[in-house]
């Protein structure tokens, strides 16, 4: 019993020592962490999600998501983006987390982002599962139309603490598409072929983002399909004979190689389009609900209208008769004839032809 208690007198001293600092640090309270902030959004799926505040850390799943981010000037966020993520040339020097399909969580969580930009018609709802699992907060776009691509932008710009970046985009990009309404719009559209693949067939739905900005450049799809990638008959195309064959690259200033073969491939030849090389080569931009899809637009435009682009010269209908009304008969009041704006508009091509 006698060695019991010294065991335990022991004990007690010992626990004493041990808690005397203990007691003493308690005379200075520990301040407790900061609560983290967060704010909850609506993303373009219909989930609310809990986006931490400030938005310092990104990681973004799909090309256009790193487009926009760079578009709005937020690219010193971004922390990772996918192996597909080539533009601007900066994207790739970002750390990659995988494909879009197919992302690594361990990479994505290795980052600590704040937020994981995705986007519905490239990510998979398995990726947003596994997210939420992780703690990690994942917000999704999903425009199908150009204007929905500006507002995207633009709802995207404010998730992210940055509305008066996504407001001058946003109005930029409505400027642009005005203008270009301005110069086109009554011109009849030319019947295209958009063509994502050609062995096999493959072209765009009525329904997306692409056919969108085909008429926003002056052209009309001949593939009237409810899909969103429909497989498309060689022999229908040839029945509806398009004015053009539109491709994307991503080096649209050089007609790729392929397209010289496109001849030789069976059924071509019955093409119109194909006989008389009617190819229009636009930036693969198109393929991306990004801000630069305008840009592709224009171009697109400017490649199917060239007549809507040409400034007229300096001796055009307008200003001769300006300066020179012509009489009732057709003579302006020096005698001599004003060429009719057939034969204008005749030299405005071909000067924009040897400009370019």
Known sequence: MKEVATLCFRFAVSVAIIAAPLRAQSGSPIPPAANPVFREVIDETGRTV????????????????????????????????????????????????????NPSLEQIAALHPDLVLITKSLN???????????????????????????????????????????????????????????????????RVLFAVWTEPLISIGKDTFIADAMRRAGAVSIVDSSLN????????????????????????????????????????????????????????AVNRPAPRIVSAIEDLARQLHPEAFVEKPAGSKEILEKEHPTSPHGFSSRGFLVADSSQIDTMSRGAYLCAH
């Open 50 to 101: 809990r986006v931490p505040q400030p938005v310092r850390r990104i990681v973004s799943l799909a090309p256009s998501l790193t487009e926009t981010i760079y578009t709005l000037g937020l690219q010193d966020r971004l922390v990772g983006d996918t192996d597909y993520c080539d533009y601007p040339l900066d994207a790739q020097k970002k750390t990659k987390v995988g494909g879009a399909i």
């Open 124 to 190: 998979r709802l398995e990726t947003v599962h596994s997210l939420d699992t992780l703690g990690i907060s994942s917000y999704a776009t999903d425009p199908h139309t150009v204007d929905e691509i500006i507002s995207s932008s633009k709802k995207l710009a404010d998730v992210l603490g940055a509305p008066e970046a996504g407001d001058l985009i946003a109005a930029d990009m409505q400027r642009r598409l005005a203008d270009l309404q301005h110069r086109i719009g009554a011109l009849p559209p030319k």
């Open 229 to 284: 990638w429909p497989h498309v008959n060689l022999e229908e195309v040839a029945r509806l004979q398009p004015d053009f064959l539109v491709f994307a690259t991503s080096h649209s200033e050089s007609v790729p190689p392929q397209l010289d073969a496109l001849a030789r491939l069976p059924g071509w030849q019955i093409l119109d389009a194909v006989r008389n090389r009617r190819y229009v080569v636009m930036s693969d």
